[in-house]
């Protein structure tokens, strides 16, 4: 009899116990929203979903198992760009999302491209990932050697709702153009590279880290120019807009492309809302800095290399989420 009941208490102590691991495990999940499959946005999400993950029932990092937030499932989702994600984020459809420091800034703060519609106060950074390359890509047939040259020509500004569309407007005005004085469509940069090979498009922008797939695709078929956007013009858009800053797409990065080609850059962020609990956004800045993921992002993409610790808080024009900022402060890199 004493047995039968030590048995039952046993089983009951157990059940109760299993329960609660199993509550324990809840899985929960966060998003991020990135950009279109052929940009740098979308790898670079899944390499940082795969490294914060950590569902339930994975072995311990010390195992080797994933080294991410305990019970957490992130997954990278194919999204229209920076100014899409932010307007998931303000609307609760997204839980984090990359996006262009200009957009997430003028957004936060109810300027610039934002300035007819409600600031996104809640919005808050995790973390300044790597530079974008405002690249323009042409068809060496079209003859184009400079952004003046797009006058009359079919050229694409990207999709309504990205961060490059932003910034083609931007150079545009800089150069004395408008969307007026050229052909202009809205296409998704391997729809654009598509119609290119066709010989449909002269030309058109992107924003994103190099190599960008699209234009790598297309340069491996089709003569390409990568246009410069330097001299005058460019001076004056850094000095009107402060997060623009010089950049160059090196030699060889694309086939064909043989000398060194200045641009301008902004920095990709990785930005979430206000809403998002506290100590989740700790624990997935933290996963975000560990050991582990500094080697998923090495291997994984030319653009992960740049992501590091010691440029994670440059460039950002809106408030850290308080997780995030707790982390930094804890790791020396953001001070009073």
């Known amino acids: 009899m004493k047995t039968r009941r030590l048995a039952f208490i046993g089983a009951v102590i157990g059940g109760v116990f299993a329960a609660g691991m199993a509550l324990a495990q809840q899985p929960q999940f966060f998003r991020i929203g990135t950009g279109g499959t052929a940009g740098t946005y979308y790898p670079i999400g899944g390499l940082i ?12 990092c010390d195992q080797g198992g994933s080294c991410g937030v305990p019970g957490l499932i992130a997954t990278a989702l194919s999204a229209n760009g920076s100014v899409a994600n932010v307007n998931a984020i303000a609307g609760g459809t997204l839980e984090s999302g990359f996006s262009q420091s200009d957009v997430a800034t003028w957004a936060h703060s109810g300027t610039g491209i934002w300035e007819d519609r409600p600031a996104v106060e809640k919005l808050r950074a995790i973390a300044n990932l790597y530079p974008e390359t405002i690249h323009l890509v042409a068809s060496a047939d079209s003859g184009i050697k400079g952004v003046a040259d797009l006058e009359g020509k079919r ?55 190099f190599p960008a797939g ?49 641009t301008l850059s902004v920095g990709a962020q990785w930005i979430t809302s206000a809403d998002q609990p506290e100590e989740l956004v700790y624990e997935i800045t933290k996963a975000l800095w560990n050991d582990n993921t500094r080697k998923l992002l090495d291997a994984g993409h030319q653009k992960g290399r740049q992501i590091t610790l010691e440029t994670a808080t440059d460039g950002v024009g809106i408030p850290f989420h308080p997780g995030a900022e707790k982390f930094y402060r804890e790791a020396g890199v953001l001070k009073d």
Request: glycine share 12%; net charge negative; charged share 25%.
């Open 214 to 262: 699209a234009i790598a695709e297309l340069a491996s078929q089709h003569d390409i120019t990568l246009v410069p956007i330097s001299g005058g013009e460019a001076d004056g858009v850094r000095g009107e807009y402060t997060f623009f800053a010089k950049n160059v797409v090196p030699a060889g990065t694309y086939e064909g492309v043989e000398g060194d080609v200045e």
């Open 155 to 209: 050229v694409s500004l990207d999709e309504p709702g990205s961060g490059t569309l932003v910034d083609a407007r931007i150079i545009l005005e800089a150069y004395g153009l408008s969307e007026d004085k050229v052909d202009a469509q809205y296409l998704k940069p391997d729809q654009a590279a598509e119609r290119m090979r066709d010989g449909a498009m002269d030309a058109f922008f992107f924003v994103g880290g």
């Open 49 to 60: 979903a795969n490294a914060i993950s950590n569902p339930p029932g994975s072995r311990p």
